[in-house]
């Protein structure tokens, strides 16, 4: 009775730290915040084929809730659970993020794949956990292949072994990085020298004041970049999902593409002044206002992350049955 009294009691402390990070997130996100992940995740879960819907709506005892089980698609999609797993790693409670680390891919210096450290456990330096892709293009590509190896091969052993909950969270830890990819802040990592050039440029609309700056730094990123997308809506429901490949090294390959288009097109997207950059100028974007207009074009690169994130559950889900079922 003792150790159960202990269990819940370090519980209960592990959600308040939980619901404190989440609001400390929400004031410092670099990439989407909570809802748009939610959203995009979900949108992505609504277009699956019942029958991996059924599965992941059977229940779930979550070890970090308190509430009890609760279905596999609510820990999938929420933010605070499954969906925000990277940014739980690197601030969350110490215990949830040696947890997390199970579910999510690193590489150490040497870009061969490690066990992820948590920061609060001495987090190497040079150790990159599948994320941010912040390299050069090419290195990122095969990063982003590697991973999506690892991850496609732990989804379809999880399916396989009956362990559906699994499944979904190696596919909602990967998905947090699909999804990041289309941000107006993450679709410039790896690109750093183009936004400074782009942010010179525009250096007369404030792009470059210290004061509108991160971190007061006119090297790092403008303000320009930290939208409120809040109210974004992510609607695929005309989306019938694909397979990546036969394989697991077809997807692999082919998610990695993917994931390089959508990039290039919200840079795209970002950087033109019939769409993202003529609306947001217009905005008080110091201040992290977005239009509607804005936030349409916002819209658009969340729906290009969500049908790749529909694309993979799928695929995860069809690669575990021999080709002549699927």
């Not at 003792?2 to 410092?28: F, G, M």
């Not at 992941?56 to 509430?67: E, L, M, V």
């Not at 697991?248 to 997207?269: M, P, V, Y």
Request: charged share 25%; net charge positive; hydrophobic share 35%.
């Amino acid at each position: 009775m003792l150790r159960i009294k202990h269990n819940k009691l370090r519980l209960s402390k592990s959600v308040a730290l939980i619901t404190t990070t989440i609001l400390t997130l929400a004031t410092t996100v670099l990439g989407w915040a909570d809802k748009p992940h939610s959203r995009i995740s979900q949108a992505a879960f609504d277009c699956q084929p019942q029958e991996l819907r059924q599965l992941w709506s059977s229940p779930h005892k979550y070890p970090f809730d308190p509430r009890g089980p609760h279905p596999i698609a609510e820990y999938l999609v929420a933010y605070k659970w499954w969906s925000g797993n990277p940014d739980f790693f690197m601030s969350g409670p110490l215990d949830r993020a040696r947890h997390i680390g199970n579910f999510l891919y690193a590489e150490n210096k040497n870009a061969q794949q490690c066990k992820p450290t948590p920061p609060g456990a001495g987090k190497p330096a040079h150790e990159w956990i599948y994320h941010y892709f912040v390299f050069d293009p090419d290195k990122n590509f095969a990063r982003a292949q590697r991973g999506a190896r690892w991850y496609f091969q732990q989804m379809v052993d999880a399916f396989k072994d009956n362990r559906p909950a699994d499944a979904a969270q190696f596919a909602a830890t990967l998905a947090h990085a699909v999804e990041d990819r289309s941000s107006p802040v993450h679709a410039w990592d790896g690109y750093s020298s183009q936004r400074e050039a782009f942010e010179t440029k525009h250096a007369d609309q404030g792009l470059q004041d210290p004061n509108k700056s991160f971190r007061n730094n006119p090297k790092s990123w403008s303000l320009f970049w930290f939208n409120t997308d809040e109210s974004i809506h992510v609607d695929i429901s005309d989306y019938k999902p694909k397979m990546l490949g036969t394989t697991i090294d077809e997807a692999a390959a082919a998610f990695a593409k993917r994931l390089q288009e959508i990039t290039d097109a919200s840079r795209a997207n970002l950087a033109d002044p019939d769409r993202f950059l003529g609306a947001h100028l217009k905005d008080d974007w110091p201040n992290r206002s977005s239009s509607p207009k804005t936030t349409s074009y916002m819209e658009q690169m969340a729906k290009n992350s969500a049908r790749l994130v529909a694309d993979v559950f799928y695929t995860a889900y069809r690669l575990q049955s021999p080709p002549s079922q699927r």
